[in-house]
Structures are given as structure tokens and as C-alpha cells.
């Protein structure tokens, strides 16, 4: 893509707990970067299971009673995104003790993030605390570690989710998402006109980062 003086507007809705939404993003970095693209990128928030008890449920277990699935279809399920997050440079470790949690408060911790200039790396060490190390994301003591190790302030961070302090924002912009028609994610939106759904794998945000270099602004 030709560089102009006004970057390529990404905005990204999607949730810390979702698969594809990882590889998605990791596909696209790797398309932009490939096509030396101006861009920049910014996040939105959207619960993959907004009803999930604090003490959340079993990965596969949850999948199961989701979608009715079956052991083996969610086993291969694992594995097709396991080999998709390695083309990416992700590691996803699946295991029995593999966790789904609620993520209303990591969306607040985002937010808040957002402020400081650090959500996309916030964002980035939330889905391989998830998805790599396994460490629950729903427990705010975790979450404040995790905002620690990519040099924000832990205590501030806390504070942040005890007060629940950006509770009305992050619902009233998951709304706005969902009256926009989002209703899976990843969801992505070039130059807040066109909408991209799912993963589509380098090549393909090859070809959309080439046909909206040559559509007119």
C-alpha cells in the first residue's frame, strides 16, 4: 500500500479470550508490515460470553455446552487453531485445566491502558497470559500483575478494578458495537467504512490492504 500523509485507520472489536481474534490480528500485522502499510490500529471491547460467572468454566466444557460439540470436534477444533497461532509466531497451550473466563473487568483494565498509551501491549500480554501461560484473567490481582509487566502502575491498575471505574464505558461502548451489527469477532473496519470479519490468513489482508490503497479517500 502506497503511504499517504493519513495512515489506514484499523479499528479492531474483539475480546482477550478469543482465538481467532489473536491470529486474526497476528495475520493482519503480518500483511501490513509485508506491504510497508501506514496504519493505525485501535481496539474495542466485546465479551464472548458476557453471562460467564465470576468463577468462570471449563474451556471445553463451556465449548461443548456452546456449541454442542463433540470431545473429538472440539479436539480438533484445538488443534486447527494451534496450528494456525504457529504460522503467526502465537503459542496456544491447550490442556484439560484449560480455563474460559469473564473478561468485563479486562476490558475496563484496557481502557484505562488506553489512557496511558499502553493498550496494545496491555492487549497483546492479556492474550498470552490467556492462551500461552494460562493465568486467570478474570482475578484482578492477576490482571494488575499482568498491567505491571507492561510497565504500568500495579496498585493504580488495581484501583482501576475494585472501583470499577470504567464499568459505564465499556458497556456503553459494547453496545454502540452491537448496534453497528458486530455480533462475532474478530471484527475488523478499515477506515471506518469497511468491515472485515474473522481470521482471512496473510494473503487475504494482502489483497484488502491492495484494493483499499486504490479507493479513493
Known amino acids: 500500500m502506497k503511504n499517504t500523509n493519513t495512515p489506514l485507520r ?3 472489536v474483539s475480546d482477550v479470550v478469543c482465538p481467532w481474534c489473536v491470529v486474526g490480528y497476528r495475520q493482519l500485522a503480518a500483511a501490513l508490515e509485508q506491504s510497508n502499510t501506514d496504519y493505525e490500529i485501535h481496539w474495542h471491547p466485546f465479551e464472548l460470553n458476557p453471562k460467564m460467572p465470576k468463577e468462570g468454566q471449563n474451556m471445553r ?3 461443548m455446552e456452546k456449541y454442542g460439540s463433540s470431545k473429538a ?30 473478561t468485563f473487568n479486562a476490558h475496563q483494565l484496557l481502557h484505562w491502558a488506553e489512557k496511558q498509551g499502553h493498550r496494545h501491549e496491555l492487549n497483546q500480554a492479556l492474550f498470552a497470559a490467556h492462551f500461552t501461560d494460562n493465568r486467570d484473567i478474570s482475578d484482578n490481582a492477576v490482571l494488575a500483575d499482568i498491567a505491571a509487566e507492561v510497565g504500568l502502575d500495579r496498585s493504580e491498575a488495581l484501583a482501576v478494578l475494585v472501583d470499577q471505574r ?8 459494547e453496545q454502540h458495537w452491537q448496534q453497528q451489527g458486530i455480533q462475532s469477532v474478530p ?17 487475504n489482508y494482502l489483497n484488502i490492504l491492495g484494493q483499499l490503497a486504490h479507493m479513493p479517500d
Do not use: K, Y
Open 166 to 173: 470504567f464499568a459505564r464505558e465499556i458497556r456503553a461502548e
Open 187 to 203: 471484527a475488523m473496519i478499515f477506515n471506518e467504512r469497511h468491515l472485515v470479519s474473522g481470521a482471512q490468513g496473510v494473503d
Open 61 to 63: 466444557e463451556h465449548i
Open 10 to 12: 484499523i479499528d479492531i
Open 73 to 102: 470436534e472440539s479436539d480438533a477444533s484445538r488443534t486447527r487453531i494451534t496450528e494456525a497461532g504457529n504460522e503467526v509466531g502465537f503459542q496456544f497451550h491447550f490442556n484439560d485445566d484449560t480455563w474460559m473466563h469473564n
